[in-house]
Structure formats: structure tokens, C-alpha cells
């Protein structure tokens, strides 16, 4: 990794990357789900987070309309009540 690590900066990467992923991450993930599942669409968007929080939270944002009642499992993550809150959710349960 620090070979990588090393690589990348004798190449210039060093700055921020696109948001929603470098091209050639995209593109590698892009054959997978293809290869693997057959359901790659090239007209979808594929794009990589930097972590699970991030990821819930733009679902949340992608699928929750305002007013709507959210489910979320009872010890769930801390952030999901907020989350659900800031996309729109109008009232949360935790469930069993």
C-alpha cells in the first residue's frame, strides 16, 4: 500500500478526487457488476462514498419523500433518526 501510496504522488494524484469516484474505479466496478451479476446498465450512475454514513444518507436523500415514514432497525446507528429527519421523514420507528 505505501508502494501505491508512493506511486500515486510520483504521478501527480494529489488532489481531491472527482466526488462520485475515479474514472477507473467507476469503470472496474462497472465490468464487475456486470461480469458478476448481469445487471450493469451502462445508462446508470455508479459512484463510490467515503464511507457507510455517506452512503445511507445520500439513499435517504435519493428515496425519502417529505412527510414519509421511515423504518429503522431498533439499535440502529446513531446518525439514522437525523438522517431521516434532514431528507424529509415524517416520523421514524425504531423496529424490533
Not at 14 to 39: M, S
Not at 48 to 76: I, K, Q, R, S, W
Not at 85 to 96: F, P
Request: aromatic share 8%; charged share 20%.
Amino acid at each position: 500500500m505505501i508502494e501505491a501510496a508512493e506511486k500515486a504522488m510520483r504521478e501527480g494524484k494529489t488532489h481531491y478526487a472527482p466526488t462520485t469516484g475515479i474514472p477507473e474505479l467507476l469503470d472496474a466496478l462497472a465490468e464487475k457488476i456486470r461480469r458478476e451479476y448481469n445487471l450493469y446498465d451502462p445508462n446508470s450512475e455508479i459512484f463510490v462514498t467515503v464511507g457507510a454514513v455517506e452512503a445511507v444518507f445520500l439513499a435517504l436523500m435519493a428515496t425519502v419523500n417529505p412527510g414519509d415514514e421511515v423504518l429503522f432497525p431498533d439499535l440502529g446507528f446513531v446518525c439514522y433518526e437525523p438522517a431521516i429527519r434532514i431528507a424529509g421523514g415524517g416520523s421514524c420507528s425504531n423496529t424490533a
